[in-house]
Nanobody
Framework: QVQLVESGGGLVQAGGSLRLSCAAS????????MGWYRQSPGLQRELVAE???????NYADSVKGRFTISRENRKNTVYLQMNSLKPEDTGGYYC???????????????WGQGTQVTVAS
């Protein structure tokens, strides 16, 4: 089994910064892709940013220039540095990862339980 644990959410004023972390653990052979998703009340969960094992990244247009995703492969950890936060960034932030399990060498996508980010105006 694989577990993802997020941390770093909280309440911040508009214009402020937060850094989210997500650590993966368990029967991990490799992690191809890690990403952050956001779900705001009444809306569907949407991709915020993702990063592949080789380092290539992809961002939602709404966060480009403000958010930076990074990862430490040896720690199986992904980070999301969020700067210039806006009230519309408020929501639950969920980490996910595409993991190959060393027990079966099969791939699956796993999700963390989420961390809340609230940006006050």
């Amino acid at each position: 089994q694989v577990q993802l644990v997020e941390s770093g959410g909280g309440l911040v004023q508009a214009g402020g910064s937060l850094r989210l972390s997500c650590a993966a653990s368990g029967s991990i052979f490799s992690i191809e892709r890690m990403g952050w998703y956001r779900q705001s009340p009444g809306l569907q969960r949407e991709l915020v940013a993702e990063i592949r094992s080789g380092g290539s990244t992809n961002y939602a247009d709404s966060v480009k220039g403000r958010f930076t995703i990074s990862r430490e492969n040896r720690k199986n950890t992904v980070y999301l540095q969020m700067n210039s936060l806006k009230p519309e960034d408020t929501g639950g932030y969920y980490c996910n990862a595409d993991v190959t399990d060393y027990r079966s060498y099969s791939g699956s996508t796993y999700w963390g339980q989420g961390t809340q980010v609230t940006v006050a105006s």
